[in-house]
């Protein structure tokens, strides 16, 4: 039988599940450099292991307003287009193996996110798992974006 394995998170009260071979990695909040004239939900951008990555806020993206970050608080560390970008999540909560016959087409919309970005839902047990498309999260003019990013702030690297 046909399954996908997802690294699932939490954003607000809400599951989401991403395809684990999509995920490059996932790190604790680290410092990130703020960017002037950026869209709001560019953090900005850290410095992984010397590459300059940018970080989402994935809650402002998705119109949920903020929140301080917590003990949960994570980055995952995303591979879009040849590009590294991280999204801040509220918490990553486990991977798992979901059978292909548990995930449904998208709906139009779901938890007021647009469907454009969504894979599917899939369903587990009692829980409902938003599955996304990593790739779609950002339109193609927020990917030129990102990859016109300062890759150093007033001349200097940006810091670890």
Do not use: W
Not at 91 to 119: F, K, M, Q
């Amino acid at each position: 039988m046909k399954e996908r394995q997802l690294v699932v998170f939490r954003l607000n009260e809400e599951e989401f599940g991403v395809e684990i071979t999509d995920v490059r990695e996932i790190v604790k909040p680290r410092h990130i450099t703020r960017l002037p004239h950026v869209e709001d939900y560019i953090e900005g951008v850290t410095n992984l292991r010397g590459e300059v990555i940018p970080v989402i806020c994935l809650r402002k993206r998705f119109g949920i307003p903020k929140q301080e970050d917590t003990q949960d608080t994570r980055i995952i560390i995303f591979e879009v287009d040849g590009n590294q970008v991280g999204f801040i999540v509220d918490a990553v909560t486990e991977t798992l193996r979901l059978p292909e016959d548990a995930v449904e087409p998208p709906p139009s919309s779901i938890a007021g996110l647009r469907a454009d970005y969504l894979a599917g839902v899939g369903k587990l047990d009692d829980r409902l798992l938003i599955l996304l498309e990593v790739d779609k999260i950002l339109s193609s003019e927020e990917q030129i974006q990102l990859q016109t990013l300062p890759r150093e702030v007033d001349g200097l690297p940006v810091a670890e």
